[in-house]
C-alpha cells in the first residue's frame, strides 16, 4: 500500500526504479523499491555487493535522480528541492571521503565558504567528531585515514543536517578506530535527533547500531524489520543465506 507523503517521516521511497546503462541494455539497479524512514531513526542497509544499496543513498540527495516513482523527503518530493537546501538538508558521508588540497581547517570551512552557514568555533566541531584542536592546522594529506574520516564527517556536520547518509564510512579503519566512530555517531544521534541511513557490509556494525534494518539484494527490498528481528529471524531464503555468509 503506497501511504501518503508526510513530513513525519525522514524518507519515503515510492515505487522506485534506478538503471544505469551497459553494452547491450539499461541494467536495472533499484526495483520498484518501497518503504519509509522514520525521522530520528538509526536505518541500516544491508545486502550483498551490487544490491544497489549505495543507489539508493546517492538517490536521498539527488547525486543519482530516480527513473520512475517519487521519493519524499520530510514530506516534500525530492525533484521540487533546491539542490542547496536538500544538501544541506541531507548530508552525505564516502568511505573515501574527497579532501579539498590545504590544511583540515580550510576544509572545514567549505560550508562557510559556500553556503554563507556559521559554523562557530571550528575547536568545538572538531573536537565533537573526536579530535583534538591541534589537527585544524595539519595538512589534510598527512592526517591518518581514520582522522581524514572523522573531519568529514565534522565538514558534513557542519551543514547542520538533519538527515545524515553514512556509505561504509568505517570499512577502511581498524577494529579499535570503527567502534570510537559507531559511538560517536550514536551520541551525535542521540543528541541531536539526526535520521540515519547507513550502508555496511558489516554484519556485526548493523546489529550493533541499527534500529531498522533493510535488506537489499539484486535491486530489490526484500525486507524491512527491526534489526533485532531480522537477524534473529529473517523471514526469506535470501537473507537467511546472507547473514550465514553465504551471499557475499
Known sequence: MTLSPSPTYAV???HISKSFPSAQHARPVLDQINGNIEQGSITT??????SGKSTLLSLCNLLLTPDSGQLYIQGKEIQTWSITKLR????????????VQGTALYNLQIAQRLHGIDIGDPSTLIEQVGLSAHVLHQQVQDLSGGQKQRLALARTLANQPQILLL???????????VREVEQLLLDIQRTSGITLIWV?????????????TWFLMNGQLLEQRPTADFFAHPQTEEAQRFIKGELQ
Open 45 to 50: 542497509l544491508v545486502g550483498p555487493s551490487g
Open 200 to 212: 555496511t557490509h558489516q554484519m556485526e556494525q548493523a546489529q550493533r547500531v541499527g534500529q531498522q
Open 167 to 177: 556509505d561504509e564510512i568505517t570499512s577502511a579503519l581498524d577494529p579499535s578506530s
Open 88 to 99: 544541506r538538508k541531507v548530508g552525505i558521508v564516502f568511505q573515501d571521503a574527497p579532501m
Open 12 to 14: 519515503q521511497f515510492q
